[in-house]
């Protein structure tokens, strides 16, 4: 006799594998699993394969390879002459510049817009929903051209500031008192110069670090008159008056500094072809981060009011009869609640704004895509090795912002004690 | 573009085993199709007309081997490419001849693993700049803004010429001709510069011709020719003696309005070769006697090629130059049919 209440003996049949609740789940995983590694397996053996039948090797040896080609913005010295590896670092960091350039300013406007969808005066909200759905609906590209024709239909050619000797005169003008020039190429601006430069320190140019020593021994002469205020404020009941002091503290000593060291600007002077001097902020950079940021910041609009929306209508009314004023309410109790909803979708916005830029090459702004992705792809047939490593610094970009932001996002997010 | 580079590495990558190496001329043969690759549009040289037929210099090279090996010159489906792309398209299986502009250099030919098969037009680089900039030679485009297409030759060139006479330059990539001449329409550059016939070609497209200079410096030799994918000797040889047999055709004096009359034998034993009246040349490399023939019928030889496309009877008006018979003080000059 066998007690009723003892289980059937354990026995294992395959189909338990199927029909078994307990081992189905781990019976796909295991299949997709294995289809997965066969597809990658398949890829990569097809690609070796292949690369063996067009007498190609894999070899990352070009990027030492002399380059031979130029670059129209280089943050870092670059000659023709350097090594293709470095032509990727000039791409890189152009990438990283206009990504940078164009997710601070499409936070600032995505908040600004986004704050104003929700106001309550009727035009405002309509034109932020306008602007929002226009940019929201367009495809990027398409703005960057657009934005792109204006820019070099427009303004005029530098060749217009050339003074006719004739006649005395120009066909356009520089502005802000000759020193500032619009032109289709570039807005030339003037640089500064120091005739008697202390030295460089740690690799931060003389005027840099002495400006910032000066600047930090006004703030710490600044927080000693703020806390002698203070004192005089609770010893006699009155506060002395300090605003001037702060101004002069804040101000004289890193102006001193640096006029003590010969400073004076670089004005850009036209010169044959183009403008001679000063700093050129291509075109190409300020529409292409235009665009990234006005088409971005439709959607941190978005977002930024679905964030502002989440908080619940309470919080504003008790804000309000505790006496806030609208500005306050927003500032000191709504967003940054709202900034928890916000941080998350906000990371992607970043996320695709970077990968966006990649979009340069229509407006020839010479970024990761444009050097390695491009010429250097180009003038070395070295595709696979250029497309994945291209691909991997992308990657590492995006992972370095998302990174960031997740701390940020941990430092704001609700604290559950 | 940016989609099919790419694509072009995903296909290079996976999705062709074997086709570089497999008999393209079978492909073409089976696909009753020849996909040549051409550029987006430079008149002239390759651009489709208002009714959507390309014409030009290099699209008939393309006609001349599809009437060669398909029998029908109108059997090609161009695929046009840019500077950045087509090399890709190439590798890749995309198109089995290259015809676009390009230049014949050592590395195209063995680290890309291409084969030129011949010189259909022997260029170099220039420059073109508006006549009201008052500049006369290039040595004087210090400073300057100049448009360059990406992907070529003649971005390197560029860059070594203006630092051998110690110039500087600001240069603006662009990705393809109509791209670089709205921007040097709209005076984004100072200066554009690719091959001499394309700057001709580009020009004579412009509204106000008579405003822009070419500059006299040529800074570079440019043999632009049609290119096939480096291992499949049996096509790459179709081409070249296609291209051979254009210019063959006029050292001999077979055009288009003869070679009917020619083709019934004549005392020429190389024209009667080239022809397919004598011998079978054609079988030597897969194809039948009249190989030849059609690919003269298709669009005539060389010269009349030249004269109808590109010649000073058109408006891009390139006289032959280095491009004359090697009996006329030119460099063309092709290996005996026999
Ligand atoms: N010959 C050079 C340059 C070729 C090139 O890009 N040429 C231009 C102007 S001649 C062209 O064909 N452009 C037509 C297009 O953009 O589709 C090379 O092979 O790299």
Same mark, same amino acid.
């Given at each position: ?7 059937? =003996?354990? @026995?294992?049949?395959?189909?338990? #594998? ?19 590694? +066969?597809? +990658? ?10 690369? =063996? ?71 405002? +909200? ?26 070099? *239909? ?28 619009? @032109?289709?190429?570039?807005?030339? /601006? ?10 460089? /320190? ?39 008056? @300090? ?36 700093? =050129?902020? @291509? ?33 504003? *009314? ?65 595709? #696979? *090795? ?24 941990? +430092?704001?997010?609700? =604290?559950?004690? | ?25 079978? %492909? ?11 550029? &987006? ?16 210099? %290099? ?34 299986? !995309? ?49 300057? &803004?100049?448009?360059?297409? &990406? ?24 990705? &393809? $001709?109509? !791209? ?14 690719? %091959? ?61 309005? $003869? ?12 024209? $009667? ?49 280095? $491009? ?15």
């Amino acid at each position: 006799m066998t007690d009723v209440d003892m289980p059937p =003996k354990q @026995t294992f049949r395959l189909s338990q #594998l199927i029909y078994d609740t307990r081992y189905r789940s781990l019976t796909i995983q295991v299949v997709v699993f294995m289809l997965f590694m +066969a597809g +990658a397996a398949w890829l990569v053996d097809n690609t070796i394969q292949n690369l =063996k039948v067009l007498g190609k090797d894999f070899n990352f040896g070009f990027l030492w390879n002399r380059a031979g080609y130029d670059i129209g913005q280089t943050l870092i010295p670059y000659t023709n002459d350097s090594t293709h590896f470095r032509a990727m670092l000039v791409g890189l960091l152009n990438t990283l510049l206009v990504s940078f350039l164009g997710c601070v300013a499409a936070t600032v406007i995505g908040i600004f817009v986004g704050v104003l969808r929700l106001s309550s005066n009727w035009l405002v +909200a309509r034109l932020m929903t306008l602007y929002v759905e226009v940019f929201r609906n367009v495809p990027l590209l398409l703005w960057i051209l657009v934005i792109y024709a204006i820019f070099t *239909e427009v303004m005029p050619v530098p060749n217009a500031f050339r003074v006719n000797p004739a006649t005395g005169e120009a066909a356009a003008s520089m502005l802000f008192f000759d020193t500032v020039a619009l @032109t289709n190429r570039y807005t030339a /601006i003037p640089g500064v110069l120091f005739s008697n430069p202390l030295p460089g /320190i740690l690799g931060l140019a003389g005027p840099l670090w002495s400006a910032l020593v000066a600047l930090a021994g006004g703030l710490f002469l600044n927080s000693r008159l703020k806390a002698r205020a203070t004192r005089i404020q609770e010893a006699t009941g009155t506060r002395p008056s @300090t605003w001037w002091a702060t101004l002069l503290l804040l101000t004289l000593p890193w102006m001193a500094v640096l006029w003590a060291q010969g400073f004076h600007l670089d004005v850009p002077a036209f010169n044959r072809f183009n403008f001679q001097g000063g700093i =050129k902020v @291509t075109n190409a950079l300020v529409v292409l981060w235009l665009a990234l940021s006005l088409y971005t910041g439709a959607f941190v609009a978005e977002i930024v009011r679905a964030g502002i929306m989440a908080i619940s209508k309470g919080q504003t *009314e008790a804000a309000a009869a505790l006496g806030l004023r609208p500005g306050r309410i927003m500032s000191l109790v709504i967003l940054p609640q709202a900034l928890r909803v916000i941080i998350p979708p906000l990371i992607s916005q970043f996320l695709n704004l970077t990968k966006n830029s990649s979009l340069a090459i229509a407006v020839g702004y010479m970024d990761l895509r444009g050097t390695l992705g491009g010429i250097t792809l180009n003038q070395t047939g070295r595709e #696979l *090795e250029a497309i994945l490593l291209m691909m991997g610094l992308y990657l590492a970009i995006s992972l370095g912002i998302s990174g960031v932001m997740n701390v940020y996002n941990n +430092a704001v997010k609700l =604290k559950e004690r | 573009m940016k989609k099919s580079v790419f694509l072009g590495a995903l296909t290079v990558a996976s999705f062709v085993a074997g086709a570089a190496a497999a008999a393209t001329l079978d %492909d073409v043969k089976a696909r009753g199709e020849l996909n040549c690759g051409v550029n &987006t549009g430079l008149v002239g040289f390759a651009a489709p007309d208002a009714n959507g037929n390309w014409a030009g210099f %290099d699209v008939a090279i393309c006609k001349a081997v599809a009437a060669a090996v398909l029998g029908d010159s109108s059997k090609v489906k161009y695929v046009p490419t840019t500077g950045q792309t087509r090399f890709t398209a190439l590798a890749s299986g !995309e198109i089995d001849l290259l015809v676009r502009n390009s230049t014949w250099t050592f590395t195209r030919d063995t680290d890309l693993k291409l084969d030129f098969a011949g010189v259909n037009y022997y260029d170099g680089q220039g420059f073109m700049v508006r006549r009201d900039l008052g500049v006369s030679s290039a040595k004087e485009l210090d400073g300057a &803004t100049v448009c360059i297409q &990406t992907g070529t030759t003649t971005e390197l060139n560029l860059a070594d010429f203006f630092k051998a006479n110690n110039m500087s330059y600001q240069p603006i990539a662009i990705d &393809t $001709n109509a !791209e670089g001449e709205q921007q040097y329409l709209a005076g984004a550059c100072d200066a554009y510069t690719t %091959d001499a016939s394309g700057l001709a070609a580009t020009r004579a497209a412009f509204a106000d011709p008579e405003n822009h200079i070419i500059l006299p410096e040529i800074i570079s030799k440019e043999p632009l020719g049609p290119v096939v994918r480096h291992g499949d000797n049996e096509w790459g040889d179709i081409v070249r003696w296609t291209l051979n047999a254009l210019v063959a055709a006029e050292e001999y004096g077979v055009t288009s309005a $003869n070679i009917e009359e020619l083709s019934k034998g004549t005392q020429n034993p190389e024209v $009667n070769r080239l022809l397919g009246t004598e011998g079978d040349l054609g079988a030597m490399i897969g194809l039948d006697k009249e190989w030849a023939k059609r690919a003269i019928a298709a669009g005539g030889n060389y010269g009349e090629i030249f004269a109808a496309n590109i010649g000073e009877q058109t408006p891009i008006g390139l006289a032959r130059g280095l $491009n004359a018979q090697w009996t006329q003080g030119g460099l063309l000059y092709a290996p005996p049919f026999r």
